[in-house]
């Protein structure tokens, strides 16, 4: 048991900049997290990459050091830092290229794919077309505002409408007081985005 534990505990270590960058992207973006088999082929996908610009780091510092100046030793502790540095930076620009649809933008612009970097198709609608809605609530009644918050799928969540305020029968706006308004989007049979 104990060859064991010390030949699990290199390889945990080893992994361990690919489940951080992983951790990260999951916890700031409104991708849900896959299955326990997709999460490890993501870290290791995560951890290739990373392992990857660890070496190639290594090589670049190692002849900066041999040919201008010299600031310390290469060894495990510093081979760990920048895994753990680039890990962090990996995680975070990751969740910044999914957030913004640059990447599947361009791929579009190529005839790579048609895909956006959203989740699914009802966080692009409200990520791409910033600007008030009109909800058609389940009943008849309707609410005008500005989603500052949805839910990241149909199914579940809440709206957070800034500036809410009834619509009456003849689509007239009428007087609000209310600063926010949160509605369960079971409550909500459509979703209108209204002209600008």
């Known amino acids: 048991m104990d060859s064991l534990i010390k030949d699990v505990i290199p390889l945990l270590q080893y992994l361990l900049p690919g489940v951080l960058a992983a951790w990260i992207f999951y916890s700031l973006t409104a991708f849900k997290r896959p299955d326990t088999f997709g999460q490890i082929v993501q870290a290791l996908i995560f951890t ?3 392992q990857s610009l660890v070496v190639g780091l290594e ?3 190692l002849l900066a050091g041999e040919r201008f ?6 060894d495990r502790k510093s081979e760990a830092l920048w895994s753990a540095v680039i890990a962090l930076v990996m995680g975070f620009l990751s969740c910044h290229i ?3 649809d640059r990447l599947h933008a361009l791929l579009r612009k190529l005839k790579i794919t048609a895909k956006k970097s959203f989740p699914c198709e009802w966080y692009s609608a409200f990520s791409s077309r910033p600007g008030f809605v009109i909800l058609h609530l389940i009943g008849g009644k309707r609410l005008f505002g500005w989603p500052s918050e949805w839910p990241s799928e149909p199914a579940n969540g809440q709206f957070v ?9 003849d689509g007239n706006l009428l007087p609000g007081r209310a600063k926010a308004l949160v509605i369960d989007v079971s409550k ?3 979703v209108e985005f209204a002209k600008q």
Do not use: M, T
Request: with cysteine; proline share 4%; net charge negative.
């Open 161 to 169: 409408l800034e500036f809410p305020r009834w619509i009456d029968s």
């Open 48 to 50: 290739l990459v990373i």
């Open 59 to 61: 090589g670049l510092l």
């Open 98 to 100: 999914a957030h913004g």
């Open 188 to 190: 909500v049979s459509c």
């Open 69 to 74: 100046f010299s600031i310390g030793v290469w």
